[in-house]
């Protein structure tokens, strides 16, 4: 244990731990992180709106996102939620190649501000919907799986960091719980990835279904 390579061994593997420890460590139990400093600030709503130009050729000028998937609906959201998402996706926390670029030159103002406007759009009621024959299925998934976080009406805890997922398109939560599952998506809490990972492509299908028929939370 003495010699100076062991003990150089045992840095490097606790440098690895560390950082690995890092990466699945929820942000909000990062310590004096970045998101602990974006709730100190309190946002802007109207200068929100000015650095919301350059997010809406993606997430649309409301913000409802489109039914493909590919852009997730922001209007809404808490913004705790979106804080921590951006602050996870500059920090490569969270796998988004096509944001990294733009949520790096956000300074921490922009962000607390574009996220309080967003918080401020009404949530749309034209996100996509799935089929609906899965949805006693995935109601039943859902109740034991994720209600206790996202809410009896997916309405998710801004308190807790536990995104809304009512009135989110479905082939966007249909992607998403899929690399929640596969380990694709980066940041998902274990507890979350505990739930889905016995999960197939039937039982995902089903609670997509489900999560994307809840109408928007009343307020
Ligand atoms: C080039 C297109 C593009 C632009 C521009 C863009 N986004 Fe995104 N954004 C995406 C994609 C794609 C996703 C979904 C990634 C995934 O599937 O994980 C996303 C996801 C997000 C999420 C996570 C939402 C959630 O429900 O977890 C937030 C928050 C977000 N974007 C905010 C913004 C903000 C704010 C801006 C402008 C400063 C912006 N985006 C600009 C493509 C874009
Ligand atoms: C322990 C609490 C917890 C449980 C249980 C949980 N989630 Fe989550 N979920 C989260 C958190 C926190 C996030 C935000 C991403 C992150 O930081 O982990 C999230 C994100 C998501 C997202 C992405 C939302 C977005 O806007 O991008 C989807 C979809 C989702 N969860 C679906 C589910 C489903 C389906 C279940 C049940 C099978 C479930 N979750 C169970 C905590 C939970």
Known sequence: ????????????????????????????????????????????????????????DCHRKDASGRANGVF??????????????????????????SMLGLASSLSLADIADVAAYLQSLPVSERTGKGPGAAVTRGRQLYERDCAMCHGGKGEGDAA?????????????????????????????????????KNYDAVDIEAVADFMSQLPPPKP
């Open 160 to 196: 807790k960091f536990y995104p809304m997922i009512a009135a989110q398109h479905y082939r966007y939560l249909l992607r998403e719980v899929t690399s929640i599952r596969d380990g694709d998506r980066g940041n998902s809490d274990p507890a979350m990835v505990r739930m889905v």
């Open 72 to 97: 997730p609906r922001l209007a809404g959201q808490y913004a705790s939620v979106l804080m921590k998402q951006l602050s996870d996706i500059r920090a490569g926390r969270r796998n988004n190649a």
């Open 1 to 56: 244990m003495s010699t100076p390579r062991t003990a150089l061994f045992l840095l490097a593997t606790g440098l690895l731990l560390a950082a690995h420890a890092h990466a699945q460590a929820p942000v909000a139990e990062n310590g004096p992180s970045e998101i602990a400093q974006l709730l100190e600030l309190k946002g802007d709503a109207a200068r929100g709106k000015v650095v919301f130009a350059s997010c809406a």
